[in-house]
């Protein structure tokens, strides 16, 4: 590559430089420094198709911080990449030399100025966040793109993002008043709108500034028919330099020039932005949405003319490849509940305003006039968000969705997906698109934004095969001059990175391009800034991601990975879209929302094992300290295998890990200890109430916290002697290893006189002996139901040694249990239980460990919650609940359980707790607890479990008054909750048996609240 100025372009610097620039980097930064192998890799890619490792990577806490690594970086003579969330699909922040992460201190929303609509923020601000800031006074910043979760406004600010609203909202350069930047040199600048004179005084200064302010001008001024002929005349556009804007302002009477608006969407090749003054709009208070059903992606797109003539604020199209997908996974499930038929595409319109009446007047039309001119099947109108939500879910998550259909490494791939044409030649623009693909033989997802003629097209490439490459560029090749037939634009939304520039002198001419060359020339004369973006740009097929992965070496593993191409091939899944770095939402990462650090999100662990997975030894790298500490944080909540659209199964790989690190350094102590939790559960209950005096002896709590890392500040458990297993004993109840002796006990329920058959409920390793009564409100309720209870307690289920990464032992006992399940119940017949970690093992880690155990296979399809069999009984009629009850009436705030929300979701048991008459049932959208098991109750993680309570749990149910009764499904939620929040937690079970009508075993004093033991768990 070759410098504007004419020097060679800066080369990677040998093993010796690194050195250096590592130690003068921590000698000058406030921020974290880091040059080590596994950062490097983490940071050697983006969401794109490339990766480039760098040598080292900076997270500045400031402007300052920028300004000394760019200084350091000079003098070592490599380049600097700014990132922000790394979700560039196209390349951007891919890069040799000094990565920059903005995001993970300079993330401050600075000031709101409502009079003035604006906001200062710091380059890694995330959009949501910004929102969320704006929000209580109406406002809210107005290009909306689909990652708004995690991507920065400064990674806006380097692509010139749009998203859904572009049509009203125009795009980021449309919104951005000031930048405070670092230039080449490490010089600070504020950028924005200057009037002429301030111009001339400013291009009379010695310096780079000054020289920026004389020189631009001329570049505009000598190119004007070229700018003025090159520049596409569509305006959705993101790629190449705006020169067309600043020819535009220096034409004006005035002559102001903006460099603000002018570095926006140059992807960090001109200037490092560390703050910008934005503006914002005032948020609608209203939106609805009219969802066209269409048989053809064809007819969607002919529905757009009418919809726009409705002054629409979005038009999104998804086709059938992405709407299949949802459905197949747990967090969407609810979209296909509101469908009409089997449609091949949809179409969303959506309309905003703060008049409802005006906006359903505006859905009525157009779908009258998607009815007269036959546009369509079926419109299905969304005014409230409850009806919203599920559409807006999918919608949002398109891409997501469509990379989860990845095989290996045939993956729906960024490289024609940005292209956007005047939206009347949109219909006809499309088919000879598809034409192109159907020709190469390339499958595709379409999605994207009808109302600006954009739509996000990624056909199925394999990367690892040559043949493919180089079909992919013919693609590439086709799709740009088809584009420019029709007058679009190649870059629409997503920047030219790596994935376009190469087409840039062709798309702009050679004029136009050279005057774009000067322009980075004088920004940037040695060629510092994200070298090879937008111009002087390497082959598109270069750098290729997979490729470049060596071929994994064999491996041998405890847990089955071969149908996703083993445990490399299960990590390598991650396309880095970064959905786990998400926050204020959902569960997924709770160590990345604690800690905001790249390698505590799913992305970032999946990374590090695919790293760890590539080399000679891979055995041996599993045992690598370092790797250790990037999975050090993961709770092992299982949300990133429902949450993550390509079903990363980190807590899974984690498990894996775990074991040949043991392999390598041992079995620890307290890993021994916990995986032992049944025994060591059941002896305390034996021995209680003596067993619980540790608990409360400070001594003894700190030689716990030496010799086992058990955090003092934690409450242990407390036991109860009169566990589960003793009370179904004592009242004659059968057992999966003991038949029930005839007769027995007072509202046991013989299997004669059972309609409803035998159900087994698993008396799992830790409400047993600590919330008895949590099981036997269950067995209670479901013998009133009409069902002969079998109890299974002959030992656990593996959870707490799979955990541990103790596989064997756990094998062993998932083994044990389903073979007695298998044989000592009858066929079909469910088996249910009251702590989802445990239940949900059997159906998930019992056949990832036994994929070939025909008793595990049996079991495992038998698995229901005991939710669902209870709601059965009381909609039946067979239970009946009574509008006196104390739980009667009440306001509910349920927490789900993290396995259950990844398994099978939590619609069952907010379902029964409806059923509780006129009970207001609130769901949590609160995330994991913190607690995870074992995680919460180990010192070093103390803190970190803490944190990820307060983030938004711990807030929820302290803004809730006294009268609102709060329910967890899991015990190391009701544990989380009474520490964190001094509230007790009930077992939905538990509010639901104490609102029986009448009937069944102590039922009169189960009316009123009764826990076990002195602790709600």
């Given at each position: 590559?070759?410098?504007?100025?004419?020097?060679?372009?800066?080369?990677?610097?040998?093993?010796?430089?690194?050195?250096?620039?590592?130690?003068?980097?921590?000698?000058?930064?406030?921020?974290?420094?880091?040059?080590?192998?596994?950062?490097?890799?983490?940071?050697?890619?983006?969401?794109?198709?490339?990766?480039?490792?760098?040598?080292?990577v900076v997270f500045p806490r400031h402007a300052g911080d920028v300004q000394a690594a760019l200084t350091a970086a000079a003098e070592?003579?490599?380049?600097?990449?700014?990132?922000?969330?790394?979700?560039?699909?196209?390349?951007?922040?891919?890069?040799?030399?000094?990565?920059?992460?903005?995001?993970?201190?300079?993330?401050?929303?600075?000031?709101?100025?409502?009079?003035?609509?604006?906001?200062?923020?710091?380059?890694?601000?995330?959009?949501?966040?910004?929102?969320?800031?704006?929000?209580?006074?109406?406002?809210?910043?107005?290009?909306?793109?689909?990652?708004?979760?995690?991507?920065?406004?400064?990674?806006?600010?380097?692509?010139?993002?749009?998203?859904?609203?572009?049509?009203?909202?125009?795009?980021?350069?449309?919104?951005?008043?000031?930048?405070?930047?670092?230039?080449?040199?490490?010089?600070?600048?504020?950028?924005?709108?200057?009037?002429?004179?301030?111009?001339?005084?400013?291009?009379?200064?010695?310096?780079?500034?000054?020289?920026?302010?004389?020189?631009?001008?001329?570049?505009?001024?000598?190119?004007?028919?070229?700018?003025?002929?090159?520049?596409?005349?569509?305006?959705?556009?993101?790629?190449?330099?705006?020169?067309?804007?600043?020819?535009?302002?220096?034409?004006?009477?005035?002559?102001?020039?903006?460099?603000?608006?002018?570095?926006?969407?140059?992807?960090?090749?001109?200037?490092?932005?560390?703050?910008?003054?934005?503006?914002?709009?005032?948020?609608?208070?209203?939106?609805?949405?009219?969802?066209?059903?269409?048989?053809?992606?064809?007819?969607?797109?002919?529905?757009?003319?009418?919809?726009?003539?409705?002054?629409?604020?979005?038009?999104?199209?998804?086709?059938?490849?992405?709407?299949?997908?949802?459905?197949?996974?747990?967090?969407?499930?609810?979209?296909?509940?509101?469908?009409?038929?089997?449609?091949?595409?949809?179409?969303?319109?959506?309309?905003?305003?703060?008049?409802?009446?005006?906006?359903?007047?505006?859905?009525?039309?157009?779908?009258?006039?998607?009815?007269?001119?036959?546009?369509?099947?079926?419109?299905?109108?969304?005014?409230?968000?409850?009806?919203?939500?599920?559409?807006?879910?999918?919608?949002?998550?398109?891409?997501?969705?469509?990379?989860?259909?990845?095989?290996?490494?045939?993956?729906?791939?960024?490289?024609?997906?940005?292209?956007?044409?005047?939206?009347?030649?949109?219909?006809?623009?499309?088919?000879?698109?598809?034409?192109?693909?159907?020709?190469?033989?390339?499958?595709?997802?379409?999605?994207?934004?009808?109302?600006?003629?954009?739509?996000?097209?990624?056909?199925?490439?394999?990367?690892?095969?040559?043949?493919?490459?180089?079909?992919?560029?013919?693609?590439?090749?086709?799709?740009?001059?088809?584009?420019?037939?029709?007058?679009?634009?190649?870059?629409?939304?997503?920047?030219?990175?790596?994935?376009?520039?190469?087409?840039?002198r062709e798309l702009f001419g050679d004029e136009l391009y050279e005057a774009m060359r000067r322009v980075k020339g004088v920004f940037?004369?040695?060629?510092?800034?994200?070298?090879?973006?937008?111009?002087?740009?390497?082959?598109?097929?270069?750098?290729?991601?997979?490729?470049?992965?060596?071929?994994?070496?064999?491996?041998?593993?405890?847990?089955?990975?071969?149908?996703?191409?083993?445990?490399?091939?299960?990590?390598?899944?991650?396309?880095?879209?970064?959905?786990?770095?998400?926050?204020?939402?959902?569960?997924?990462?709770?160590?990345?929302?604690?800690?905001?650090?790249?390698?505590?999100?799913?992305?970032?662990?999946?990374?590090?094992?695919?790293?760890?997975?590539?080399?000679?030894?891979?055995?041996?790298?599993?045992?690598?300290?370092?790797?250790?500490?990037?999975?050090?944080?993961?709770?092992?909540?299982?949300?990133?295998?429902?949450?993550?659209?390509?079903?990363?199964?980190?807590?899974?790989?984690?498990?894996?890990?775990?074991?040949?690190?043991?392999?390598?350094?041992?079995?620890?102590?307290?890993?021994?200890?916990?995986?032992?939790?049944?025994?060591?559960?059941?002896?305390?209950?034996?021995?209680?109430?003596?067993?619980?005096?540790?608990?409360?002896?400070?001594?003894?709590?700190?030689?716990?916290?030496?010799?086992?890392?058990?955090?003092?500040?934690?409450?242990?458990?407390?036991?109860?002697?009169?566990?589960?297993?003793?009370?179904?004993?004592?009242?004659?109840?059968?057992?999966?290893?003991?038949?029930?002796?005839?007769?027995?006990?007072?509202?046991?329920?013989?299997?004669?006189?059972?309609?409803?058959?035998?159900?087994?409920?698993?008396?799992?390793?830790?409400?047993?002996?600590?919330?008895?009564?949590?099981?036997?409100?269950?067995?209670?309720?479901?013998?009133?139901?009409?069902?002969?209870?079998?109890?299974?307690?002959?030992?656990?289920?593996?959870?707490?040694?799979?955990?541990?990464?103790?596989?064997?032992?756990?094998?062993?006992?998932?083994?044990?249990?389903?073979?007695?399940?298998?044989?000592?119940?009858?066929?079909?017949?469910?088996?249910?239980?009251?702590?989802?970690?445990?239940?949900?093992?059997?159906?998930?880690?019992?056949?990832?460990?036994?994929?070939?155990?025909?008793?595990?296979?049996?079991?495992?399809?038998?698995?229901?919650?005991?939710?669902?069999?209870?709601?059965?009984?009381?909609?039946?009629?067979?239970?009946?609940?009574?509008?006196?009850?104390?739980?009667?009436?009440?306001?509910?705030?349920?927490?789900?359980?993290?396995?259950?929300?990844?398994?099978?979701?939590?619609?069952?048991?907010?379902?029964?707790?409806?059923?509780?008459?006129?009970?207001?049932?609130?769901?949590?959208?609160?995330?994991?607890?913190?607690?995870?098991?074992?995680?919460?109750?180990?010192?070093?993680?103390?803190?970190?479990?803490?944190?990820?309570?307060?983030?938004?749990?711990?807030?929820?149910?302290?803004?809730?008054?006294?009268?609102?009764?709060?329910?967890?499904?899991?015990?190391?939620?009701?544990?989380?909750i009474f520490h964190g929040t001094e509230r007790s937690a009930w077992h939905p079970v538990e509010l639901v048996r104490a609102a029986?009508?009448?009937?069944?075993?102590?039922?009169?004093?189960?009316?009123?609240?009764?826990?076990?033991?002195?602790?709600?768990?």
């Amino acid at each position: 590559m070759t410098a504007i100025s004419g020097d060679a372009a800066p080369a990677a610097a040998p093993a010796a430089t690194a050195r250096e620039v590592e130690a003068r980097l921590r000698g000058q930064v406030e921020g974290e420094v880091r040059f080590d192998d596994y950062t490097r890799h983490l940071f050697s890619r983006d969401a794109s198709m490339y990766a480039i490792e760098p040598l080292g990577v900076v997270f500045p806490r400031h402007a300052g911080d920028v300004q000394a690594a760019l200084t350091a970086a000079a003098e070592a003579g490599i380049p600097v990449v700014p990132r922000g969330a790394g979700t560039s699909l196209a390349g951007q922040t891919t890069g040799p030399g000094l990565v920059l992460d903005l995001s993970r201190h300079m993330n401050r929303v600075v000031e709101i100025d409502t009079d003035a609509r604006t906001a200062l923020v710091e380059a890694g601000v995330v959009q949501d966040q910004l929102n969320r800031a704006a929000a209580p006074h109406g406002l809210m910043f107005g290009p909306d793109t689909s990652t708004s979760n995690r991507a920065t406004i400064g990674g806006m600010i380097g692509n010139n993002s749009a998203g859904s609203g572009s049509i009203r909202y125009g795009m980021t350069i449309d919104h951005v008043r000031e930048l405070d930047v670092v230039l080449s040199d490490a010089t600070l600048a504020r950028l924005g709108p200057v009037a002429r004179d301030v111009r001339e005084q400013r291009a009379a200064l010695p310096t780079l500034e000054g020289r920026i302010h004389r020189e631009l001008p001329r570049i505009a001024e000598e190119n004007a028919t070229a700018i003025a002929e090159g520049m596409p005349g569509f305006w959705r556009r993101a790629g190449g330099y705006r020169l067309d804007r600043l020819a535009g302002q220096l034409a004006s009477p005035d002559g102001e020039l903006d460099l603000a608006k002018f570095v926006v969407g140059s992807e960090g090749t001109l200037v490092l932005a560390t703050r910008a003054l934005v503006d914002l709009v005032p948020k609608p208070s209203r939106t609805v949405i009219a969802v066209g059903h269409f048989t053809s992606v064809a007819g969607a797109i002919a529905a757009t003319e009418d919809a726009l003539t409705c002054d629409p604020s979005a038009v999104e199209m998804m086709d059938r490849t992405i709407l299949d997908l949802s459905r197949q996974r747990i967090e969407y499930a609810s979209l296909g509940t509101i469908l009409e038929g089997d449609p091949e595409a949809l179409l969303f319109v959506s309309f905003t305003g703060d008049d409802e009446r005006e906006l359903v007047g505006r859905l009525e039309r157009l779908t009258a006039l998607w009815r007269r001119h036959r546009h369509g099947y079926h419109t299905l109108q969304a005014v409230t968000p409850a009806q919203q939500g599920a559409l807006l879910k999918v919608r949002k998550s398109s891409l997501g969705l469509l990379m989860a259909a990845s095989e290996g490494t045939r993956r729906p791939l960024a490289f024609i997906e940005d292209t956007a044409v005047d939206p009347v030649h949109l219909a006809d623009y499309t088919r000879r698109f598809k034409e192109v693909l159907d020709r190469h033989g390339l499958d595709a997802g379409f999605y994207g934004h009808c109302s600006v003629g954009c739509l996000h097209i990624r056909p199925f490439v394999d990367t690892a095969d040559p043949a493919q490459v180089a079909t992919m560029r013919s693609v590439a090749e086709e799709i740009k001059d088809l584009v420019r037939e029709y007058g679009g634009v190649n870059s629409s939304e997503h920047g030219d990175g790596l994935a376009r520039s190469e087409f840039n002198r062709e798309l702009f001419g050679d004029e136009l391009y050279e005057a774009m060359r000067r322009v980075k020339g004088v920004f940037d004369p040695d060629d510092r800034l994200n070298p090879g973006k937008i111009v002087d740009a390497p082959a598109m097929t270069e750098n290729l991601r997979d490729p470049a992965l060596p071929p994994a070496s064999e491996l041998r593993t405890r847990l089955d990975f071969e149908v996703v191409g083993g445990m490399r091939g299960a990590a390598d899944r991650c396309m880095n879209i970064g959905l786990c770095r998400k926050a204020g939402a959902g569960t997924m990462c709770p160590s990345y929302m604690a800690t905001l650090k790249e390698e505590d999100s799913t992305r970032g662990r999946a990374n590090a094992l695919v790293k760890a997975l590539s080399e000679p030894d891979p055995h041996r790298a599993l045992g690598d300290g370092r790797l250790h500490e990037v999975l050090d944080l993961c709770l092992m909540c299982k949300a990133c295998k429902s949450e993550c659209p390509l079903g990363v199964d980190m807590a899974t790989l984690k498990a894996e890990t775990l074991a040949h690190h043991h392999d390598e350094h041992g079995v620890p102590r307290r890993s021994r200890v916990f995986a032992s939790i049944r025994r060591l559960n059941r002896l305390g209950s034996a021995t209680a109430p003596l067993s619980n005096l540790p608990g409360r002896i400070p001594l003894l709590r700190r030689l716990m916290d030496r010799w086992l890392g058990i955090a003092p500040a934690r409450p242990l458990p407390v036991f109860v002697r009169g566990n589960l297993v003793r009370w179904f004993r004592r009242r004659g109840g059968a057992t999966a290893q003991q038949p029930r002796p005839a007769g027995g006990a007072r509202g046991s329920r013989s299997e004669a006189d059972a309609p409803q058959g035998t159900v087994t409920y698993l008396a799992d390793s830790f409400t047993t002996y600590t919330e008895p009564g949590i099981g036997r409100a269950a067995i209670e309720l479901l013998e009133l139901a009409g069902w002969h209870v079998a109890l299974e307690s002959g030992g656990c289920c593996g959870r707490s040694a799979f955990s541990k990464g103790l596989l064997d032992e756990a094998k062993d006992q998932a083994r044990a249990l389903a073979r007695r399940l298998a044989e000592n119940t009858p066929a079909d017949s469910p088996v249910v239980g009251c702590e989802p970690s445990c239940l949900m093992t059997l159906r998930d880690e019992h056949r990832a460990m036994l994929p070939d155990d025909e008793a595990v296979a049996d079991v495992s399809g038998r698995v229901r919650q005991v939710e669902e069999l209870l709601t059965e009984a009381i909609d039946d009629g067979r239970l009946r609940l009574a509008a006196g009850a104390w739980p009667a009436g009440r306001r509910i705030l349920y927490h789900g359980h993290c396995h259950q929300k990844a398994e099978v979701g939590t619609a069952a048991t907010v379902e029964l707790l409806k059923r509780i008459p006129g009970a207001e049932v609130v769901e949590l959208d609160a995330g994991c607890c913190g607690m995870a098991g074992s995680f919460g109750f180990e010192s070093e993680h103390y803190e970190t479990s803490m944190t990820v309570g307060g983030d938004r749990l711990f807030p929820a149910i302290g803004a809730e008054p006294d009268g609102t009764l709060v329910a967890a499904s899991g015990v190391s939620c009701r544990q989380q909750i009474f520490h964190g929040t001094e509230r007790s937690a009930w077992h939905p079970v538990e509010l639901v048996r104490a609102a029986l009508a009448s009937g069944g075993p102590d039922a009169e004093g189960d009316q009123v609240p009764r826990r076990e033991g002195e602790l709600p768990q």
